[in-house]
T-cell receptor, first 113, second 114 residues
Framework: GENVEQHPSTLSVQEGDSAVIKCTYS??????FPWYKQELGKRPQLIID?????GEKKDQRIAVTLNKTAKHFSLHITETQPEDSAVYFC????????????FGKGTRLSVIA | KAGVTQTPRYLIKTRGQQVTLSCSPI?????VSWYQQTPGQGLQFLFE???????NKGNFPGRFSGRQFSNSRSEMNVSTLELGDSALYLC?????????????FGPGTRLLVL
């Protein structure tokens, strides 16, 4: 089955700096890659997603890049703010909807003011 | 639209007991997925229901079961509770199957097994 590795597990950045979180996956047939943000004590919320026919997607300070050849995708957060502090999860979907999302183990991002 | 709701929000049980958790999806959503979240393990998939049928099942023992009703509400049951079942149980709903539609998570049920 699909295997998703997420790195780093923890990340501390100064306010205003950029943060990058990377996920690698094993199944070349994977075609949907969402990112979720989970603040302390709250539910995971989708922040951005990308499909395999697109190499990059941007939404204000957040962007996701996908390298299908290397089988990895990354979340980029620019101009980080304290409210970006949370746990971020990547996920991968394979097999055109016949298998569930597989999540990475999460990255705890701390933005230091 | 109201979001995904889960009841109860917190639960304390003892080993050997059984528990039933409930999830009400967003109105109109037909798919409900369940996840177990523990520190360091991320979200581990339990099962997915779509139109009252189980579509997928994760790698959990048979003590974990679920069902979905005609109104798309879903329940999951854990029998013979073990200490290791202590976790946050999240459900997520989507319009269609989880792979093609965005999943919206509920607030979770935090289960503590003593």
């Amino acid at each position: 089955g699909e295997n998703v590795e997420q790195h780093p597990s923890t990340l501390s950045v100064q306010e205003g700096d950029s943060a990058v979180i990377k996920c690698t996956y094993s199944d070349s047939a994977s075609n949907y890659f969402p990112w979720y943000k989970q603040e302390l004590g709250k539910r995971p919320q989708l922040i951005i997603d990308i499909r395999s026919n697109v190499g990059e997607k941007k939404d204000q300070r957040i962007a996701v890049t996908l390298n299908k050849t290397a089988k990895h995708f990354s979340l980029h957060i620019t101009e980080t703010q304290p409210e970006d502090s949370a746990v971020y999860f990547c996920a991968v979907e394979t097999d055109s909807g016949n298998t569930p999302l597989v999540f990475g183990k999460g990255t705890r991002l701390s933005v230091i003011a | 639209k109201a979001g995904v709701t889960q009841t109860p929000r917190y639960l304390i049980k003892t080993r050997g007991q059984q528990v039933t958790l409930s999830c009400s999806p967003i109105s109109g959503h037909r798919s409900v997925s369940w996840y177990q979240q523990t520190p360091g393990q991320g979200l581990q998939f339990l099962f997915e229901y779509f139109s009252e049928t189980q579509r997928n099942k994760g790698n959990f023992p048979g003590r974990f079961s679920g069902r979905q009703f005609s109104n798309s509400r879903s329940e999951m049951n854990v029998s013979t509770l073990e200490l290791g079942d202590s976790a946050l149980y999240l459900c997520a709903s989507s319009l269609g199957t989880s792979a093609t539609e965005t999943q919206y998570f509920g607030p979770g049920t935090r289960l503590l097994v003593l």
